[in-house]
């Protein structure tokens, strides 16, 4: 069972990628679900995110200040412009304009940790980060969304804030009281959280697909490529604000990758809260779980590559 659950969690890009294929070959499969489904697999997500986490992984934030708040000003800077400057530069329409700003508006994501791992880069400055711009998000991404997306749909700041608290701040709180309340359950348990957590991530982007299936063959390869660039320009600027500054290597690559690496389940489950007039809105965050997984796995494959020479 173990080894079955490391090659899921080993393989998530192509599991991720296959959903969404056969989403898109047969939606009428995943129609029927309620797309509410969506915010409990995220909080699932987020619960076993808490479980591996412990309060020893934020003494980064107190012992390396500097670092975290680099990493989390790039994160809600370059993310949020890069997605409404190519919002406009390739004139999305509005749902998908605004499925893509709430892409880079979100916090880094959730298997960001695991590629930076395996790109040899800085774990303590990423999980630092993806604590920390998690935290933020209540706050960050409804004003931000508000800021580059309000003025041409009506965004819901108060409605958003509570909505991250009710689903990413609460299963992660929740798990953390359950590893210390339950520390060796929870051990044994780690072993398969990231494999239910990339099946997860995997319904989610499978729902969301089948649901908007029609429009998505209509109008999809455009957006396929925006999200793309968004992704791979914040992967780069990411390392080039790490080389400005002069960080070491790790620590280029740690923020290359949480800043390039979007947690775009919640902007799927956002889109789906808080802009059902907008149905395309959820594509963006669903193209984006598909494409950041296999990016992730090349950048790390570069990176840990470029070690060893």
């Given at each position: 069972?173990?080894?079955?659950?490391?090659?899921?969690?080993?393989?998530?890009?192509?599991?991720?990628?296959?959903?969404?294929?056969?989403?898109?070959?047969?939606?009428?499969?995943?129609?029927?679900?309620?797309?509410?489904?969506?915010?409990?697999?995220?909080?699932?997500?987020?619960?076993?995110?808490?479980?591996?986490?412990?309060?020893?992984?934020?003494?980064?934030?107190?012992?390396?200040?500097?670092?975290?708040?680099i990493?989390?000003?790039?994160?809600?800077?370059?993310?949020?412009?890069?997605a409404?400057?190519?919002?406009?530069?390739?004139?999305?329409?509005?749902?998908?304009?605004?499925?893509?700003?709430?892409?880079?508006?979100?916090?880094?994501?959730?298997?960001?940790?695991?590629?930076?791992?395996?790109?040899?880069?800085?774990?303590?400055?990423?999980?630092?980060?993806?604590?920390?711009?998690?935290?933020?998000?209540?706050?960050?991404?409804?004003?931000?969304?508000?800021?580059?997306?309000?003025?041409?749909?009506?965004?819901?700041?108060?409605?958003?804030?509570?909505?991250?608290?009710?689903?990413?701040?609460?299963?992660?709180?929740?798990?953390?009281?359950?590893?210390?309340?339950?520390?060796?359950?929870?051990?044994?348990a780690?072993?398969?959280?990231?494999?239910?957590?990339?099946?997860?991530?995997?319904?989610?982007?499978?729902?969301?697909?089948?649901?908007?299936?029609?429009?998505?063959?209509?109008?999809?390869?455009?957006?396929?490529?925006?999200?793309?660039?968004?992704?791979?320009?914040?992967?780069?600027?990411?390392?080039l604000?790490g080389?400005?500054?002069?960080?070491?290597?790790?620590?280029?690559?740690?923020?290359?990758?949480?800043?390039g690496?979007?947690?775009?389940?919640?902007?799927?489950?956002?889109?789906?809260?808080?802009?059902?007039?907008?149905?395309?809105?959820?594509?963006?965050?669903?193209?984006?779980s598909?494409?950041?997984?296999?990016?992730?796995?090349?950048?790390?494959?570069?990176?840990?590559?470029?070690?060893?020479?």
């Amino acid at each position: 069972m173990k080894k079955l659950c490391h090659y899921i969690s080993e393989y998530m890009g192509v599991l991720v990628l296959a959903a969404a294929l056969l989403a898109l070959a047969f939606p009428s499969v995943l129609q029927q679900v309620p797309t509410t489904v969506i915010n409990y697999l995220l909080g699932v997500v987020m619960f076993g995110m808490g479980l591996t986490l412990n309060l020893q992984d934020f003494k980064i934030v107190f012992s390396r200040p500097k670092d975290v708040l680099i990493g989390c000003l790039a994160q809600f800077t370059i993310m949020p412009l890069l997605a409404w400057g190519l919002a406009k530069a390739f004139q999305l329409d509005e749902a998908l304009a605004l499925g893509v700003v709430l892409v880079g508006c979100c916090p880094g994501g959730t298997a960001s940790n695991v590629i930076t791992y395996l790109a040899k880069g800085d774990l303590a400055l990423s999980v630092g980060m993806t604590g920390v711009s998690t935290l933020l998000a209540p706050v960050m991404t409804p004003l931000l969304t508000w800021a580059l997306a309000g003025k041409s749909v009506n965004v819901d700041v108060v409605g958003m804030l509570l909505s991250i608290l009710w689903v990413v701040i609460l299963p992660i709180v929740v798990g953390l009281i359950v590893k210390w309340l339950w520390p060796k359950f929870t051990e044994k348990a780690t072993d398969y959280l990231p494999a239910f957590s990339s099946i997860a991530i995997a319904l989610i982007v499978a729902i969301i697909i089948a649901v908007n299936a029609s429009k998505l063959m209509v109008g999809g390869l455009i957006i396929v490529v925006v999200v793309m660039l968004h992704n791979l320009c914040g992967l780069t600027l990411g390392y080039l604000i790490g080389w400005l500054l002069g960080l070491a290597r790790p620590k280029k690559r740690a923020i290359s990758i949480e800043v390039g690496m979007q947690n775009s389940g919640l902007a799927s489950s956002l889109a789906t809260l808080h802009f059902a007039a907008y149905p395309m809105a959820t594509i963006p965050g669903a193209i984006f779980s598909v494409w950041h997984n296999i990016s992730g796995a090349m950048i790390a494959w570069l990176y840990a590559r470029a070690n060893n020479k």
